[in-house]
């Protein structure tokens, strides 16, 4: 319906929407108790640390208040990018992308990029803010907070300790080994001038030792134990009279046969003069069997005629170290990890709102533009859209958030039995609707009997977005649908379309977490290609796989199991 030239209004200008939303900034940046004056009676909203929608003017004033109260200072906003939208004449919306600098030391919060939106009204009092939202994940938010300051400032402390202990502990190593390498020398020099004094009498080797706080010992040139300190012979768990026994035994018998070929190879370049003087790490076996992680500096002495005679060694306990580097090398991994899953969920939240919220703003510029254009039947229906849509992104954003939990290890997977069709039909009149949008065909084939054993929430979800992707690639005319039946003691759903297809090198990078590809629908339709992830993640949850089949202007199969 075409809208009447001397009915049109016109919409606020970029520059205007703009200094709406940076007046919002200012003010809550400055933490102006003036902003409070700005939301509008009819309100809603939520907050990056909260889990619940506010609908309450007071309380969101309560909450911002609680905000200005625990960060008095100024904040510092830096600004990404900023994208203003006029929905009516009276209505326009803000979506700004910055990161927020705390007036604390803060390596954490102030990496993450913040995504604000707010929507404001033009009410008789000038214009209101009706919705605010912000997204940035304040997991480490406490009772009480608004902002993670507790846990920041915690977390910042305990980096700060550890810098200082592991420098104290470093310094310590260094003069340790300063210390010790000066004396190695000392030893080497008094031991070149003593050799053949030094090859007669094991005693003053002995005296020499025990004075080391390292392992000390020697071997023959065919790898046999000649002499062994004190502290070497406790590190391996003998006692001080039990050195004797090792005398004459082979080096390999205390190496882990894992390293054999290589402490070998090394003996045999240091003999031959190919291997200097360097540090070897080995897997070590103790008395009792155990296993201990060491390092051992080796050199090679010589008899009074320049021919190599034996070999010296300089052996320390490094377990401690090895753990520690394997922990934080574990640490770092999941750090990687959880930034990985942190980033694939907020693409599957742009993906997956996307297209409600567009449905929303078509059906909202309608009524604003051609309210009075419009039948009574018409706005009704229109209405009733809305709300649907609305309904239906909540509940989508309660099942990401659920979905986040899940991956964090804070949601347990909940399976009951259902009517599985009963259960999905609100899910399958939704996509229904959608594919006759675009003039595709859509039937399922599910006996009102079946009965399994899942979660709703995620069945529903796997579900909308399966269709969902089918109506994307697949043009007008062409079919889908939807099947369920029993085999082999669970139910297999299976989504088929009459679709573009997919190529047979695409299939296997479709599950992949760093693939952000996607193809645009045969409608020019847009999307992140990360919603197959979801449903992936969703069905192992359910002890199934995702299995697709698909064939170039034929069409794809998505099928999966779900307990019965």
């Given amino acids: 319906m075409k809208k009447k030239n001397n009915e049109i209004k016109s919409l606020p200008d970029e520059e205007t929407i703009r200094r709406l939303f940076e007046e919002y900034i200012k003010m809550y940046a400055g933490r102006d108790d003036l902003l409070t004056t700005y939301f509008s009676d009819n309100f809603s909203g939520f907050t990056g640390g ?51 600098h705390l007036p604390i030391k803060d390596h954490i919060l102030s990496r993450e990029t913040a995504r604000l939106v707010l929507i404001f009204r033009n009410e008789p009092e000038g214009w209101k803010i009706v919705h605010s939202s912000i997204s940035i994940p304040y997991y480490l938010v406490r009772d009480g907070e608004v902002y993670p300051m507790q846990e920041l400032s915690d977390r910042n402390q305990y980096l700060e300790n550890m810098v200082e202990e592991r420098t104290l502990q470093l310094s310590e190593v260094n003069e340790k080994l300063q210390k010790t390498n000066e004396e190695l020398n000392n030893e080497i020099k008094k031991h070149t001038q003593a050799r053949e004094e030094l090859e007669t009498s094991s005693h003053k080797w002995e005296a020499l030792i025990t004075a080391s706080p390292d392992g000390i010992g020697m071997l023959s040139l065919d790898g046999k134990m000649l002499l062994m300190s004190v502290q070497l012979a406790k590190m391996y768990g003998y006692n001080s009279e039990e050195r004797d026994e090792i005398v004459g035994r082979p080096s390999l018998d205390f190496i882990d046969p894992s390293d054999h070929k290589r402490l070998t190879e090394n003996m045999y370049q240091l003999i031959e003069g190919k291997r200097g003087n360097q540090l070897s790490e080995y897997l070590a076996i103790r008395k009792d ?26 052996e320390r306990d490094i377990t401690e170290r090895k753990i520690a580097e394997e922990e934080n090398i574990k640490k770092n991994l999941e750090l990687a990890e959880l930034n990985a899953t942190k980033d694939k ?11 409600p919220f567009q449905g929303l703003i078509s059906y909202s510029q309608i009524l604003s533009s051609q309210f009075s254009d419009l039948s009574e039947e018409e706005k009704i229906s229109f209405i009733g859209s809305i709300e649907a849509l609305s309904q239906s992104a909540y509940k989508l954003l309660e099942n990401l958030l659920d979905w986040s939990r899940l991956q964090t290890g804070q949601m347990i997977y909940n399976p009951e039995p259902f009517n599985l069709l009963v259960e999905l039909y609100p899910t399958i009149a939704l996509v229904k609707q959608t594919a006759l949008n675009k003039k595709i065909k859509f039937n399922y084939t599910i006996d009102n009997t079946i ?43 299976s989504v088929i379309d009459t679709g573009i297809g997919i190529e047979k090198e695409s299939l296997d990078k479709l599950f992949l977490i760093g693939n952000k590809e996607s193809r645009t629908g045969t409608a020019n339709e847009s999307g992140t290609g990360l919603g197959l992830l ?4 969703m069905i192992a949850k359910h002890g199934g796989e995702l299995k697709v089949e698909s064939e170039i202007n034929k069409g794809t199969t998505f099928s999966f199991t779900i307990p019965s």
């Fill in 534 to 537: 979801l449903c992936k993640e």
């Fill in 451 to 493: 009965v399994v054993n899942a979660d709703i929430n995620m069945l529903s979800t796997i579900i909308r977005n399966l269709i969902s992707n089918a109506i994307k690639f697949t043009k007008p005319g062409g079919n889908i649908i939807l099947s369920a039946k029993e085999l082999d003691g669970k139910i297999e759903l």
């Fill in 50 to 100: 909260g889990d619940f929608l506010v609908k309450d003017k007071e309380e969101w004033i309560a909450i911002t208040r609680q905000d200005f109260d625990q960060v008095k200072e100024s904040l510092r906003i830096e600004m990404k990018d900023l994208s203003c939208q006029a929905l009516a004449d009276n209505i326009v919306v803000t979506t700004g992308f910055f990161k927020i």
């Fill in 345 to 355: 969920f907020f693409s599957i939240i742009a993906h997956d709102l996307k297209s």
């Fill in 289 to 314: 069997g155990t296993r201990f992680h060491i390092d051992i500096n080796t050199t090679l002495l010589f008899d009074s005629t320049g021919k190599p005679s034996s070999i010296l060694f300089v």
